[in-house]
């Protein structure tokens, strides 16, 4: 059996969750079928792995529509493929274009939904409704829809009723707990100016209304003031937001101490060093399907408070392996009170820096969680077992 993975992010180009799963998945794949990738950017080295840049003549166009021209480039590529797989809106309509040249099945994992992210409307202008259209398109065509949590999996047929629900099947992401797990070395945390010996919270993702970085800003102002704030944020969606949490940044380092903020893009080697040290994970975002950061810190051994939104609380489970914040949400996703949802996480945040102890309980006890239930092994066997059912 061929499978063509088609996406956006693979590595070394990779700053999302979706990105992540597609290079686990594709490395697990290959041990139980012939697989291709197919990915946006720059040439890649590795075997099977064709990226695809935008065509002459787009170079200026929307970048919605700079998408839609990839996605043809990498549909016309698909020829000889038993199923395509795609992997978020970016990729989508390559693998609905795929299924209608070639006759073959196409099969798309949600890792998020355009319409429950309206905020991407400041991000694309137009492109928006371009984006809405190749994800519409491509799940009320495909054979069938990975969610990857059972929340995505309401969400997915509360925002398009037109597909049945037997044909939405629920594959979590996972977790390479060999690779992700606690590094005791400090190296890296003195190279970036963080200090071993002071407790801090650390936040990693990129910087984007979804992951809600501009409440935990506003709530470190009352976290406890021994603790350091480590934000490995970058890839800003818009230049408003840039500017927006920069000038968070400012304010809060005028009030308190060890404040510090990674913009770049940092080795996955780092990340997890910075992950093990950290006294609490923060995730939170206002939408979340699954949150595969959480279990990247999980299995570091290292406490989560995170927003019980989305596919979260089957990741984290509440008092066992971290906090959950409660979240009442507008139609536009955001809290309702958005000072009330920054005092929730504060509350949170400063319940663990004030208990070590717990806090260390609950690493101990996500780290058990990340390998008992999230394996790349089983979720491969699964999506492979879906595959065959379609031929």
């Not at 009320?140 to 995505?152: F, H, N, P, T, Y």
């Not at 398009?160 to 606690?182: F, K, L, M, S």
């Not at 060890?258 to 093990?276: A, F, K």
Request: proline share 6%.
């Amino acid at each position: 059996m061929r499978v063509d993975l088609l996406s956006r992010e693979y590595p070394p180009e990779v700053y999302g969750g979706a990105g992540v799963h597609v290079e686990y998945l594709a490395r697990e794949l290959r041990t139980l079928a012939d697989v291709r990738v197919r990915c946006f950017g720059a040439r890649r080295d590795e075997g099977g792995v064709d990226a695809y840049r935008v065509p002459g003549g787009l170079e200026t166009a929307n970048a919605a529509l700079q998408v839609l021209g990839v996605d043809l480039e990498m549909a016309s590529a698909c020829e000889g493929a038993d199923l395509v797989h795609s992997h978020t809106w970016y990729a989508n309509f390559a693998g609905h274009v795929a299924k209608l040249l070639y006759g073959i099945p196409h099969v798309v994992t949600t890792h998020s939904l355009e319409p429950l992210r309206p905020w991407k409307a400041e991000q694309l202008g137009g492109g928006y409704s371009l984006s809405s259209f190749a994800e519409r398109t491509a799940l009320l065509g495909a054979d069938a829809v990975i969610a990857v949590s059972e929340g995505m999996r309401r969400d997915v047929l509360a925002c398009y009723p037109e597909i049945p629900a037997e044909r939405v099947a629920v594959v979590h992401n996972g977790i390479d707990t060999g690779e992700y797990a606690p590094d005791r070395g400090t190296g890296v945390l003195s190279r970036h100016g963080i200090d071993p010996d002071r407790p801090y919270v650390v936040f990693v993702g990129r910087i984007t209304r979804q992951k809600g970085l501009v409440h935990l800003l506003r709530a470190a102002r009352s976290f406890a003031p021994e603790a350091q704030l480590v934000l490995c944020a970058g890839a800003p969606d818009t230049p408003e937001i840039a500017a927006e949490v920069a000038g968070l940044v400012g304010e809060l380092r005028e009030s308190r101490a060890g404040v510090v903020w990674i913009s770049e893009m940092l080795p996955r080697s780092e990340v997890i060093q910075i992950l093990t040290h950290a006294t609490v994970f923060v995730c939170p975002s206002v939408y979340e399907p699954m949150g595969i950061v959480n279990l990247e810190a999980m299995a570091c051994e290292t406490a989560v408070v995170a927003t019980a939104t989305g596919g979260i609380p089957e990741v984290v489970a509440d008092g066992s392996t971290g906090l959950l914040i409660p979240i009442d949400q507008g139609i536009d996703g955001e809290p309702k009170d958005p000072e009330a949802f920054a005092d929730a996480i504060a509350h949170r945040v400063n319940t663990l820096l004030a208990d070590p102890a717990l806090a260390a309980s609950m690493g101990e006890a996500g780290r058990r969680r990340a390998v008992g239930h999230f394996s790349w092994p089983a979720i491969a066997t699964r999506t492979q077992s879906l595959y065959t059912s379609l031929l």
